[in-house]
């Protein structure tokens, strides 16, 4: 063995756990692709069913996402910037739905926007406007569940982010507006992709506070893991398809936008 | 030795599991997988059984009629199956490891809604439209295929909001009233009868839902799994399943 | 009027910044301090992103901030350009958009022609299209300097601008520097800790140390005549504090000094240059002359002499050439005499 070689050599504590660790991740996977019916796959992705909640697994994911976005990192400036939005319980409130199981997300949502809820009473008496079982539902359940992705990403990237660059541009006549948007937001912008990303890949699983608070309806409410999960009862084979579907169309999306932050990372 | 170690750690694993193999001094486990919708009825039967049986605990696991049934066709350790439909029975037995399954016990479907039947919903044909916001289970699902079933039995048809992995779910957002109705089984009405309304469906008794109960081929205790058959098949297992809201087979 | 009037009180857990600077256009002030003397503080007061507790700060006859008077303008809205210490170019932007950031800001169309002068005055029209982090150190220097002069500020503030450079080319960007300025007809500020700076550079000197201002006037004589140890340390000179009368001055530490004003009386300060004083093995013949018994404390190489620290009393530093030192034998330790001619010697008055 050269030297480089032994040098690099892991001690076995830590290269022991380390491969038990990337065998656990990757086996129930490699089952999953095992067991993928892969003769009748083109026509399984190719049947309106498939496509109908593949469309709306993404349309919904990406529109979470951009509620994530529009709302979250303001929350993640005021977090940082603010006394009042800087205390321990905002921080406790956006990471509530990291570890809330998602039914009681869902549960939750349908106790604040249900037509019994909070807010969905004053929509439901006032304006006869049910969020429930609409497409609309599915898309707050899923920012509900995938928003604090962001935040957190943000929060950490502005919380390390060297504020006298803001300075800087304030002595140079710019405005506030024109310091977050042409200072701020360009310094964190790989936090701000890579939260995104985080965020999606969340909003694209969501399963739980779907189901609870959206109901599962093809072609408005029932999304990919939704429409796996009723595969499940009648075959098993055409659930790990779509399994298989929802996997890889998040690797390539992931590969291809990883690609893209880590160029924006080295210009 | 770092084998060893791994061996004892993995004793104690499945220790923890309860998997263990039995001892002499060990009580005998009679495992019984049965579909969600018997659990008040199955759980009175099985304290029933162990009155009669000292000495003998019988573990309960209830759970969607598919699920359990793929539990079994994939070598789970179950003496005794009870599932709510006859086509998941069939999937068992076709793969050879049911023993003479037979019917016990019928269900039918029923209509619920929130207390004071806010829509004022009188029977199937209210819930076409927009108008009545209604759950079903999905087709996929027994309580769907059965719904399916009654909707094609009397030429009704359900624009449903939801089409649930169970009824359970069903019955659930009735209850929240986010919904105006929801197509459930008799059972499950009669089980949440201080949470929501009735609205019997007259036709429903043309397309009952057959239950059916078997011993699984591997039990390792096939007389105690036959015994218990017997006892949800005979006059007392009937009475309870009677005053659950079950029809007789 | 024009320029910059400042009063600045401030108040830092603990640390008080108390300081008045006056400075017209078309020169450049130096505001010379040891580190923690207020300086940067200073200057972030000036710029606004530090509001003051006390005093008052006017550029071009706007105040700028007055907290009796409930005054404030934010940074944006000063005229002033700030060149940080470590230049806090984005990193995101090309040099180009670097320098135009300001006119852009100010939607200043004409000051967008004028950061492409200012670049190409400063030598970095070629760099327009790199990004900072591919710039050398003074490049870097060079494209902060366009960047802030861009925005045509009333005032020009300089923090540290050499302090990020390695020795050799802090030389090079010190001569250049003195050149850029001359184009700027506002006020200059140049925060440094190295009188070498000032020296060069500056029209006026501002001491500053423990947040007070201790001295301040032209270069030149700030440069002749110190007024604390801490401004002759830095101008390489040895400072005695001493009561004088009829050409002969006695100090703190009762050392007899004779000095060539005979005229003046009460306190003075003495000024010795390095290269003013002889060392001797024996008691030097001659007079008149001022001459003390001293031990060698140290030694320190310079560029072409040897800064030989000693104990007196008087402490003093003197500079001599290596053979020198080979001839005296010298090393720590080594009983010696030290002299300095009257002639060699400043002496004035002490002002405060």
Same mark, same amino acid.
């Given at each position: ?30 089952? +999953? ?30 529109? %979470? ?80 569940? %995938? ?10 990237? +502005? ?8 300075? %800087? ?87 291809? +936008? ?10 | ?249 | ?62 105040? /700028? ?67 900072? @982090? ?39 960007? @010190? ?118 018994? /001293?031990?060698? @404390? ?9 800064? /030989? ?44």
């Amino acid at each position: 063995m050269n030297r480089a070689a032994a040098a690099a050599r892991q001690p076995w504590y830590i290269a022991v756990p380390g491969v038990v660790a990337v065998a656990f991740l990757a086996l129930p996977l490699l089952g +999953l692709l095992g067991q993928a019916p892969w003769g009748g796959m083109w026509e399984l992705l190719t049947s309106e069913e498939v496509l109908v909640a593949l469309r709306l697994s993404l349309t919904t994911s990406l529109a %979470a996402t951009a509620v994530a976005v529009l709302l979250g990192i303001p929350l993640a400036v005021l977090m940082t910037r603010s006394r009042a939005f800087g205390g321990g319980w905002v921080r406790a409130l956006v990471t509530l739905p990291l570890i809330l199981p998602p039914v009681v997300g869902g549960v939750a949502l349908l106790a604040a926007f249900g037509r019994r809820g909070l807010a969905g009473q004053v929509l439901f008496e006032g304006f006869g406007i049910q969020i429930p079982f609409t497409t609309v539902a599915v898309v707050i359940a899923e920012a509900f569940v %995938a928003m604090p992705f962001l935040v957190i990403t943000v929060e950490g990237a +502005l919380r390390s982010s060297d504020r006298r660059f803001e300075q %800087a541009a304030a002595t140079l006549g710019a405005r506030r507006w024109t310091v977050f948007r042409r200072i701020t937001l360009p310094l964190i912008g790989p936090s701000i992709a890579a939260g995104a990303v985080l965020c999606w890949a969340r909003a694209l699983g969501e399963f739980g506070a779907t189901l609870t608070f959206a109901g599962s309806f093809p072609g408005i409410t029932r999304t990919m893991p939704l429409a796996v999960y009723a595969a499940l009862d009648v075959d098993r084979s055409q659930a790990i398809a779509l399994s298989v579907v929802l996997l890889l169309v998040s690797v390539l999306i992931l590969v291809g +936008l990883r690609g893209r932050f880590l160029t924006g990372l080295r210009r | 030795m770092t084998a060893g170690r791994v061996a004892v750690a993995a004793a104690a694993l499945l220790a923890l599991a309860g998997c263990g193999s039995p001892s002499g001094t060990e009580a005998v486990t009679l495992n019984v997988s049965a579909a969600s919708s018997l659990t008040e009825a199955f759980t009175r039967i099985a304290d029933e059984f162990e009155a009669d049986h000292p000495g003998i605990s019988v573990a309960l696991n209830f759970a969607g009629s598919s699920a359990l049934a793929e539990q079994v066709n994939a070598g789970a350790p179950v003496d005794v199956l009870a599932t709510a439909s006859s086509e998941t029975m069939t999937t068992v037995s076709d793969a050879g490891n049911a023993v003479d399954p037979r019917p016990f016990a019928t269900n039918v479907l029923t209509i619920v809604v929130p207390s004071g039947n806010p829509a004022g919903v009188s029977g199937l044909a209210d819930l076409s439209g927009s108008d009545v916001r209604t759950a079903i289970c999905a087709p996929e699902v027994p309580c769907g295929a059965a719904t399916a079933a009654l909707l094609a039995a009397t030429g009704e048809s359900v624009d449903a909001v939801t089409l649930d992995p169970d009824v359970k779910s069903v019955l659930a957002r009735v209850v929240a009233d986010e919904v105006d109705a929801g197509i459930v089984y008799v059972t499950d009405a009669r089980a949440t009868v201080d949470k929501v309304d009735e609205v019997p469906i007259p036709e429903a008794g043309t397309a009952p839902t057959d239950y059916l109960v078997t011993r699984v081929i591997d039990s390792g205790s096939p007389d105690l799994a036959d015994d218990f058959i017997a006892l949800v098949t005979g006059p007392t297992g009937q009475q309870v399943l009677r005053d659950a809201g079950f029809g007789p087979s | 009027m024009t320029g910059l009037t400042a009063r600045v009180e401030l108040d830092r857990g603990g640390f008080r910044l108390d300081a008045t600077i006056d400075a017209a256009p078309g020169r450049i002030t130096a505001i010379l301090g040891p580190n923690g003397s207020g300086k940067t503080t200073l200057i972030s007061a000036i710029a606004g992103l530090t509001a003051i507790d006390g005093g008052r700060i006017t550029i071009d006859g706007v105040v /700028v901030d007055d907290p009796d008077a409930g005054a404030f303008l934010p940074p944006d809205e000063r005229r002033v350009g700030v060149v940080f210490q470590d230049y806090l170019l984005f990193p995101h932007l090309t040099v180009r958009d670097n320098v135009e950031f300001g006119p852009r800001s100010r939607r200043d169309v004409t000051g967008r022609a004028g950061a492409g002068e200012w670049m190409e005055r400063l030598g970095v029209a070629t760099l327009a299209s790199r990004y900072p @982090r591919d710039l050398s150190g003074g490049q870097a220097q060079r494209v902060a300097m366009a960047r802030a002069l861009a925005t045509d500020p009333s005032v020009l503030l300089l923090d540290e601008p050499l302090a990020a450079l390695d020795a050799s080319t802090r030389l090079e960007v @010190r001569r250049e520097l003195r050149s850029h300025l001359g184009g700027f007809a506002g006020v200059t500020l140049l925060v440094t800790h190295d009188p070498l700076d000032a020296l060069v550079l500056a029209d006026d000197v501002v001491i500053l140390e423990g947040g007070r201002v201790t001295q301040r006037g032209a270069t030149d004589d700030v440069a002749r005549r110190p007024g604390t140890p801490y401004v002759a340390t830095l101008m390489g000179a040895n400072l005695l504090h001493a009561v004088a009368d009829s050409g002969v001055a006695r100090t703190e530490d009762g050392v007899s000094v004779a000095i060539p004003d005979r005229s003046l009386a009460g306190e003075i300060v003495i000024v010795l240059r390095p290269e003013a004083i002889s060392l001797h093995r024996r008691h030097p013949e001659g007079s008149p002359r001022n001459v003390w018994p /001293v031990v060698v @404390r140290e030694l320190e190489p310079r560029l072409d002499r040897i800064l /030989v620290h000693v104990s007196g009393p008087p402490d003093l530093a003197v500079a001599v050439t290596p053979a020198a030192v080979a001839d005296l034998d010298i090393s720590p330790g080594t009983q010696l005499w030290a002299s300095a001619k009257a002639l060699d010697l400043d002496a004035y008055a002490r002002t405060s």
